[in-house]
C-alpha cells in the first residue's frame, strides 16, 4: 500500500474506522490489481492509464465516495435505493454499515469501460455522451 495512504489511514482517530477503511482499500487493491492507488488532494484515490476511476474520504461518521461524474448520474437511482446520503458528485458510507462492495465493483467496472479510451485524468465528456 501507498506510504501517503497508509499514514492517511493511520490518521484516522477511531482504531474501528481505520480497520474498515484499510480493508476497503485492500480490497479495491485485491479485487482490481490493475488500478494505480495514489494520495493527491489529500485523499487516495484510484487512477487506470492515467485517468481517474474513484476516490475516497474519511469523516467522523462515515467515507466518502467519489466517483466520476457520468458514472455517479449513471448509479444514481442505485445509490438512493441503497438509502446512502449522496450530494450531487458523492455519496457517503456510514462507519458500522455494510459496505456495498456489489455495487461499488459495479460502478468501478463501469467506468474502466466508460474511460477506456479517455487520455484525461477528468473526464471532459458530458453525462449524457
Do not use: C
Not at 28 to 45: H, R, V
Amino acid at each position: 500500500m501507498d506510504q501517503q495512504v497508509t499514514e492517511y489511514i493511520a490518521r484516522i482517530d477511531d482504531q474501528d474506522h481505520q480497520l474498515i477503511f484499510h480493508d476497503l482499500i485492500s480490497w479495491m487493491l485485491t479485487e482490481f490489481p490493475d488500478l494505480t492507488l495514489e494520495y493527491k488532494w489529500n485523499q487516495p484515490m484510484f487512477t487506470h492509464h492515467g485517468t481517474f476511476i474513484i476516490g475516497f474520504s474519511v469523516a467522523t461518521k462515515h467515507f466518502t465516495v467519489a466517483p466520476e461524474m457520468r458514472t455517479f448520474a449513471h448509479f444514481l437511482t442505485q445509490i438512493e435505493a441503497l438509502k446512502l446520503k449522496h450530494g450531487k458528485k458523492t455519496f457517503q458510507i456510514q462507519f458500522g454499515k455494510d459496505i456495498p462492495y456489489d455495487p461499488l465493483r459495479e460502478m468501478i467496472n463501469y467506468t474502466l469501460d466508460d474511460k477506456k479510451d479517455v487520455t484525461t485524468f477528468w473526464d471532459k465528456r458530458t453525462i449524457g455522451e
